[in-house]
């Protein structure tokens, strides 16, 4: 279940948007009443891929055809057994329900597939936080709920995040409105190049939270950067030659602060912490 607080920071060039997380639990074994106004929906065109990208990093296959979308449509959260939520997921006719801002909300939307997939309410630390780590939210009930951090490794060398190795992707790599609706993914990487575990020291902000995985998109008709906070411990601790990564899901639009770009040419950065990547260059098509 997605509550709607803890997302990641998100700024158009000059503009504050807020933060939203998760609850400590997604599944009701028997179907709760249907919100008022919810109605089925077809799955958006880029559901299949996002169900495509949970399957992969959760290790688990299931037949997407047979789980039912439900949308709330025109409201940010919703009512469900007494918590304000984005979302849900049910065993019991394999249902998720969405608030209608959420439907295209990718990782919010993979977080309750990641449910559907493995089939548990709660929040596996090995699965939220660890193989989906960066692909589905999981914002501070979520970590909560998963329990707590291993312990650092004793041995761990404290580095800057100048350290690690920093690159970003995106993916397709030339998006058009004719290819999953328009949706793309900003991929942002850190791999720990040496061969020992290490703990990456990330500066906190002005708000005392650092911030980890961040972008910085910029083209003719203007720009927007984001970033996630560092919520968790995990996030800065890596084995030796580890990879960690975070999914920015951007679309073809007009509306930079959701990352929804005019087509046009943009530059695109990752970062983590204060390091960041060479540039890359998208060309999003109409």
Not at 110 to 131: N, S, V
Not at 146 to 169: F, H, K, M, N
Not at 215 to 234: F, I, M
Not at 241 to 270: S, W
Request: some cysteine.
């Amino acid at each position: 279940m997605r509550s709607p607080l803890g997302h990641p920071v998100g700024l158009s060039l000059g503009t504050a948007v807020a933060l939203c997380g998760a609850l400590t639990t997604c599944r009701f074994p028997t179907a709760p009443p249907l919100p008022p106004g919810a109605e089925v929906i077809t799955p958006p065109a880029v559901y299949a891929r996002w169900w495509a990208m949970t399957e992969s990093c959760s290790g688990v296959r299931g037949p997407f055809q047979d789980v039912t979308f439900f949308e709330i449509p025109g409201v940010s959260d919703f009512e469900s057994v007494g918590r304000r939520v984005v979302g849900y997921w049910t065993s019991a006719g394999d249902q998720i329900v969405l608030a209608g801002n959420a439907v295209l909300d990718g990782g919010s939307v993979r977080h309750e597939m990641l449910h559907a997939l493995i089939r548990i309410g709660g929040h596996p630390r090995d699965q939220y936080l660890e193989k989906c780590a960066g692909v589905v939210d999981c914002g501070a009930a979520c970590i909560a709920d998963a329990g707590s951090a291993p312990p650092a490794d004793p041995t761990a060398l404290t580095i800057l995040p100048s350290s690690l190795e920093v690159t970003t992707e995106i993916s397709p790599a030339a998006p058009t409105s004719d290819r999953d609706g328009g949706f793309f993914v900003v991929r942002v990487a850190v791999r720990n190049t040496l061969q020992r575990p290490v703990i990456a020291k990330l500066s906190p902000t002005t708000t005392a939270r650092a911030l980890s995985f961040q972008y910085d998109v910029r083209g003719l008709t203007g720009g927007t950067v984001g970033a996630e906070v560092a919520l968790d411990p995990s996030v800065v601790t890596f084995a030796p030659g580890e990879v960690k990564r975070q999914y920015f899901d951007f679309a073809i639009g007009n509306d930079l602060p959701g990352r929804r770009l005019p087509p046009g040419t943009y530059t695109v950065v990752g970062a983590y912490g204060s390091h960041r990547s060479d540039a890359a260059a998208v060309t999003v098509g109409p």
